[in-house]
């Protein structure tokens, strides 16, 4: 069994990556700015956390060290995004590579491809580091996960409402079917380069959603349309976030809602 390491470790995709590489069997190591408390929710037992910075480089060296494949679920917010999926990959793949690891898995995000979204263009950027690096690389493209599309309806509350984005549709996928698609990749001796899409088992509109989520919560909060603008906007309203020739059989939205109840 390989030894993994989850750089981004302790993120919402991050620990579901290492719950799924842990309950494998694999030797997991998590690099993340902070190491978690035993009892914090982030951290997952049976998991060795190491703490690494990858934009200054600090941390890089020891986290690497003796890893088979590493699995990339980092992030970063703002103008900071750009310097974590640039500066910060390079740094991570360039160690990497003089340690030996042999092989790299970089999560991304479905239809990126020409968005004017500042977020999106860095992700782009960063899957041309990987496949740019010496290591052989794996890259696996979601559609928006089931928790980030209710993070996009809740953005309402302040205002004691759900925003739903016109003329949009989403297909919402399980972090969890991800983390499985993520550790699966890293599993393959195939050969490397690769590029894999999948989406939720569902394309739906986002009113359709946000109708979902306020009576699974049995919320009184009335459903606003607002149009989204800038360059997200336009991705989402083109359908550029969807794939529905890679649907998955997985845990759609209905069912992750009633699950969290």
């Given at each position: 069994?390989?030894?993994?390491?989850?750089?981004?470790?302790?993120?919402?995709?991050?620990?579901?990556?290492?719950?799924?590489?842990?309950?494998?069997?694999?030797e997991v190591v998590v690099a993340a700015?902070?190491?978690?408390d035993d009892d914090a929710p982030a951290y997952?037992?049976?998991?060795?956390?190491v703490t690494a910075d990858l934009v200054g480089g600090g941390g890089l060296e020891e986290a690497v060290d003796?890893?088979?494949?590493?699995?990339?679920?980092?992030?970063?917010?703002?103008?900071?995004?750009?310097r974590v999926f640039l500066h910060g990959s390079r740094n991570l793949l360039h160690t990497a590579a003089r340690f030996g690891?042999?092989?790299?898995?970089?999560?991304?995000?479905?239809?990126?491809?020409?968005?004017?979204?500042?977020?999106?263009?860095?992700k782009l950027a960063q899957e041309q580091v990987y496949r740019e690096s010496p290591l052989a690389t794996r890259i696996v493209r979601a559609t928006q996960f089931h928790d980030f599309v209710t993070?996009?309806?809740?953005?309402?509350?302040?205002?004691?409402?759900?925003?739903?984005?016109?003329?949009?549709?989403?297909q919402p996928i399980a972090v969890e079917d991800v983390a499985d698609a993520l550790v699966d990749a890293a599993e393959l001796t195939a050969p490397a380069d690769t590029e894999r899409t999948i989406g939720g088992p569902a394309i739906?509109?986002?009113?359709?959603?946000?109708?979902?989520?306020?009576?699974?919560?049995?919320s009184r909060r009335p459903i606003v349309p607002v149009?989204?603008?800038?360059?997200?906007?336009?991705?989402?309203?083109?359908?550029?976030?969807?794939?529905?020739?890679?649907?998955i059989d997985g845990v759609d939205y209905a069912a992750w809602l009633s699950a969290a109840a």
């Open positions: 069994m390989p030894r993994v390491l989850v750089v981004g470790g302790t993120g919402l995709a991050g620990r579901a990556v290492t719950a799924a590489a842990v309950e494998r069997g694999h700015r902070r190491a978690p997952v037992d049976g998991a060795q956390y003796g890893v088979d494949v590493l699995i990339d679920a980092s992030n970063g917010s703002g103008k900071q995004a750009a690891v042999g092989r790299a898995v970089q999560l991304s995000i479905a239809g990126i491809d020409g968005s004017r979204y500042p977020y999106y263009r860095a993070a996009v309806f809740e953005r309402g509350r302040p205002f004691g409402a759900l925003l739903a984005p016109t003329g949009t549709r989403f739906e509109s986002a009113r359709s959603l946000a109708e979902q989520l306020k009576a699974a919560r049995g149009r989204l603008g800038g360059g997200l906007g336009a991705t989402w309203r083109a359908g550029r976030n969807l794939a529905p020739e890679h649907a």
